[in-house]
């Protein structure tokens, strides 16, 4: 029997077994998802105070579209065998998708880096949760002034003083100016103190020094500076990108029998971007590229990835967020309105479960037209 392999449980990896099952149909074809944890992680979510809610038992959306689960860490893709080692145990495969998923970019040679906390996984945002309940009132050092620093700063400042810190010289340097004078006054109005064109050097029992030598008082220092594809990409191509991810074609294939999806592919969006690492690609990635390697082994036509309008939604805390469209960020909502989106994106993260034909049903859906306010009458909203 044929056997599409998927190796990841994150968006891209879950809608990837859900695209492959809906090429499937009745047809003869084996399909396992490979990965070593219980849960879909919904990793924007875990900025929020109780992350343990921002997880989907992986066995409600495999178990009912006949997908198996092994549940195991990749550490070799042989592609000229077509086999993966997972554990020590050798998985042959006919279509495999890569969707491993991306990691934070640890500092190097830092004193203290043990203390560091971060919300980039389940266990760091539960750990960082544990370290701070029932405490009225901490400071924290978030180090990084990017999307998940400035969501972790601002959710971390309706319990205490906050410090935001970032080499660059301005906060939210990646987003570009569109946003930035919202997000300068929503960082005011919540008493979130900046220092730019400096980082944190040492990390101590209750401070943290920075890199002109300031010792600063910290009861937790959050790090959250850059991202990176997972290392298996170096196993499929030589090629990466500045990030680590694969380069794919339109329709999302890196080599012949080889898929690619989500944080790990450098997918096109048009002819000047590629797609971003963050849910709301990599879950219509994951989409296409799953009903792809399937469609692929069945002799069914493949689909062609093809990008909805770029949006972002910004949590900012008790001052709102900010909702923008376009490359160039242009803020359409803020405040109140803009939260009742990024809580409306929040829950539409969640993938259906335990209905085989629900969830087919939106992996063929590749973008969800939801009534985001406000929005452009000819424009379908990304999923997340």
Known sequence: MAHVVIIGGGFAGVWSAAGAALARGDADLRITLIAPNEHLVLRPRLYEPEPDLAKVALSRVLDPIGVEHLRAS??????????????????????????????????????????????????????????????????AVVVGAGFVGLEAATALAAHGRVLLVDRSAVVGHQLGPGPREEIEAALDELGVERRLGTTVVEVGDGYAVLADGTEVEADVVVWSVGMRASELTRQISDELDHLGRVPVDQQLRALPEVFVAGDTAAAPFDAEHTVMQACQHATPLGKVAGYNAAADLLGVPLRDFTSGPYVTCLDLGGAGAIFTRGWDRRVVAAGAAAKEVKTRINQAIHPPVDDAHEILAAADLVYLDLPFFPRAEEESVPVA
């Open 74 to 139: 990749v550490s070799t893709i042989d592609t000229g065998r077509r086999v993966v080692v997972a554990d020590g145990q050798e998985v042959g495969y006919d279509r495999l998708v890569l969707a491993a998923g991306s990691r934070l970019v640890q500092p190097e040679g830092l004193p203290g880096a043990d203390r560091l906390f971060d919300i980039d996984t389940l266990d760091g945002a539960r750990r960082l949760a544990d370290h701070l309940r029932d405490r009225t009132d901490h400071t």
